[in-house]
C-alpha cells in the first residue's frame, strides 16, 4: 500500500545504467537538447513555483539531485539563484552545459559530494523512484540542507492509478519504487523534515496551454510534490528493510 519495489536492483547496476544507457532513444543515447522551447517553458514554470512555495530568495543555494540535462538548474540561474546540479549520465551533463548551466558535477548522489549543511534548498524531481536507498537519499539530503533549508521532492504517485493503463504509466521497468501521499506524510517526519505542503498533481493538459506536449509533473500521470523543512539534524530512524 504504502511503497512498491520493482524487481532487485544493486547500486552497480543502477550506476550503469543511469550512467551510460539512460535516455536511448532507437537505440542511441540523446540528450534532450533538440526539444529547448518545451523543457524550457517546463523548468521555468517548475522553478517559479519552486521559489513561491518556498518562498527562495535570491542568491540562496539551491541543488537540483538528478538535474538530466539541466534545464531546472537553468532556470534557477534566470532567477537569481546559486544554482547546482548533480547527475550520473555524462550525456545529460554534456547538454546541460551547452545550454549554460554554470555548476552541475557528473556523478552519483552522496553524502561526499558536498559539505554538510551547504544549501538553502534541494530539488529532486522524478528521481527518488530510480534510487536504490531512499533512506539513505533522504539522509544525505538532510546532511547537505541548511537548518530551516527547503526541500522539494516530486516523484510518480501511486494514488493516481485507477486502471492497468495507468499502472503502466506509474510503474515503470526502471522505477525501483513507486510512492503514496501516505508514505510522505508517515516517514519525512523521521528524517527531521517538517511537511508544509502537498501538491497531488494529475495531468490535465487544458490547465497549461502555454506549455506543449509535456506534463508539468512529469510523464506519469502528474505526480505528488512535497514541500518540507529541515528542522533538525536525521538521527537514523527505522524503514523498512529494502528502503
Given at each position: 500500500?504504502?511503497?512498491?519495489q520493482?524487481?532487485p536492483h544493486?547500486?552497480n547496476s543502477?550506476?550503469?545504467?543511469y550512467?551510460?544507457?539512460?535516455?536511448?532513444?532507437?537505440?542511441a543515447e540523446?540528450t534532450?537538447v533538440h526539444d529547448?522551447?518545451s523543457?524550457?517553458?517546463?523548468?521555468?514554470?517548475?522553478?517559479k513555483?519552486?521559489?513561491?512555495v518556498?518562498?527562495?530568495q535570491?542568491?540562496?543555494?539551491i541543488?537540483?539531485?538528478g538535474?538530466?540535462?539541466?534545464?531546472?538548474?537553468l532556470a534557477?540561474?534566470k532567477?537569481g539563484m546559486?544554482?547546482?546540479?548533480?547527475e550520473?549520465s555524462?550525456k545529460?551533463?554534456e547538454?546541460?552545459?551547452q545550454i549554460?548551466v554554470?555548476?552541475?558535477?557528473?556523478?552519483p548522489?552522496?553524502?561526499q559530494?558536498?559539505?554538510?549543511a551547504?544549501f538553502d534548498a534541494?530539488?529532486?524531481f522524478?528521481?527518488m523512484?530510480h534510487m536504490?536507498?531512499?533512506?539513505?537519499t533522504?539522509?544525505?539530503?538532510n546532511?547537505?540542507l541548511k537548518l530551516?533549508?527547503q526541500?522539494?521532492?516530486?516523484?510518480?504517485?501511486?494514488?493516481?492509478?485507477?486502471?492497468?493503463?495507468?499502472q503502466?504509466?506509474?510503474?515503470l521497468f526502471d522505477h525501483v519504487?513507486c510512492?503514496?501521499?501516505?508514505?510522505?506524510?508517515?516517514?519525512?517526519?523521521?528524517y527531521?523534515?517538517?511537511?508544509?505542503?502537498?501538491?497531488?498533481?494529475?495531468?490535465?493538459a487544458?490547465t497549461h496551454?502555454e506549455?506543449p506536449?509535456?506534463c508539468?509533473?512529469?510523464?506519469?500521470l502528474?505526480?505528488?510534490?512535497v514541500f518540507a523543512?529541515?528542522?533538525?539534524?536525521e538521527t537514523?530512524p527505522k524503514?523498512?528493510h529494502?528502503?
Amino acid at each position: 500500500k504504502i511503497v512498491f519495489q520493482n524487481f532487485p536492483h544493486t547500486e552497480n547496476s543502477l550506476n550503469n545504467h543511469y550512467g551510460k544507457y539512460y535516455r536511448r532513444e532507437s537505440g542511441a543515447e540523446f540528450t534532450r537538447v533538440h526539444d529547448k522551447e518545451s523543457y524550457r517553458l517546463r523548468n521555468e514554470h517548475r522553478a517559479k513555483q519552486i521559489v513561491k512555495v518556498g518562498k527562495l530568495q535570491k542568491s540562496m543555494k539551491i541543488l537540483d539531485v538528478g538535474a538530466a540535462d539541466g534545464w531546472l538548474c537553468l532556470a534557477m540561474q534566470k532567477l537569481g539563484m546559486d544554482a547546482y546540479g548533480i547527475e550520473p549520465s555524462q550525456k545529460m551533463v554534456e547538454g546541460a552545459k551547452q545550454i549554460g548551466v554554470q555548476n552541475i558535477q557528473c556523478r552519483p548522489y552522496n553524502k561526499q559530494c558536498f559539505e554538510e549543511a551547504n544549501f538553502d534548498a534541494i530539488h529532486c524531481f522524478h528521481v527518488m523512484e530510480h534510487m536504490l536507498s531512499i533512506k539513505q537519499t533522504l539522509r544525505v539530503m538532510n546532511a547537505h540542507l541548511k537548518l530551516q533549508g527547503q526541500l522539494s521532492l516530486s516523484v510518480p504517485c501511486v494514488d493516481h492509478i485507477k486502471n492497468s493503463k495507468d499502472q503502466e504509466l506509474v510503474l515503470l521497468f526502471d522505477h525501483v519504487y513507486c510512492f503514496t501521499k501516505e508514505w510522505f506524510v508517515l516517514n519525512l517526519p523521521k528524517y527531521g523534515f517538517d511537511i508544509y505542503e502537498i501538491q497531488l498533481n494529475q495531468f490535465d493538459a487544458n490547465t497549461h496551454p502555454e506549455i506543449p506536449a509535456i506534463c508539468l509533473n512529469g510523464d506519469h500521470l502528474g505526480g505528488i510534490f512535497v514541500f518540507a523543512k529541515k528542522l533538525k539534524v536525521e538521527t537514523s530512524p527505522k524503514l523498512p528493510h529494502c528502503l
